[in-house]
Every structure is written in C-alpha cells, then in structure tokens.
C-alpha cells in the first residue's frame, strides 16, 4: 500500500517546487511517483506543423514527483506528517497520521 493516494493534499520536499503544497490527481505506483496539481510543472514547446495542422507554442503539463518526495499533509491537524496504518474491526487498513494519531482516510 502506497502513502499516497489521489486526492490528497500533500506537500513537496524535493525538487524546484520543495515546500508547495498541492492536490494528487493521479498516482503512477508502478513507477512511484504522483502527478499533483501546479506542482513540478514542465514546459513543452512545441513546433507549428502545417501539414499535421498542429498549432504551435508552449504546453505546459504537471511532471511526476517521486513519492519518497511527498509528505501526506493530514487534515486532522493540518501538517505534513508521516504516515502509520491501522486496521479497523471491520478489517478496513486506513493511513493515521504520526503526528496526532489522526485517521488520514475518512
Ligand atoms: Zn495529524
């Protein structure tokens, strides 16, 4: 089980973007690594092609960020927090939170 998941609101320690904070929108766990909103944007400039009818010009696009460079930011307490797990009675495993003990998945 991964410590990210879509949808959560993590925060960046590495990379050009190290202290921002932003939503996954996806999850690539074959190769570890999230794509999250506004974070660790790439630029692709791109040539005009007549023949292809491709306009030309800059695309901008979110890069993956390794997981090992994400800290789930619990909502519990509002921090960026390791992550532990837990499995409830009726078998469920949920992340909690190492700073408060809080239950990150509601
Ligand atoms: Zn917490």
């Known amino acids: 089980m991964l410590h990210v998941k879509a949808n959560d609101q993590v925060l960046v320690l590495a990379g050009k973007d190290r ?11 074959d190769r570890k690594r ?25 695309l901008e696009k979110e890069a993956p960020v390794a997981l090992s460079n994400l800290q ?11 992550v532990g797990y837990s499995r409830l ?13 809080g239950t990150i998945d509601k």
């Open 19 to 29: 202290g921002k904070t932003g939503r996954v929108l996806q999850v690539l766990s």
């Open 34 to 58: 999230a794509v999250i909103e506004r974070i660790n944007m790439i630029y692709r400039h791109t040539r005009q092609n007549p023949q292809q009818n491709v306009q030309g010009g800059i």
């Open 72 to 82: 789930v930011i619990c909502r519990e307490c509002n921090q960026a927090s390791r």
């Open 89 to 101: 009675s009726d078998g469920k495993k949920v992340r909690i939170c190492k700073k408060c003990g």
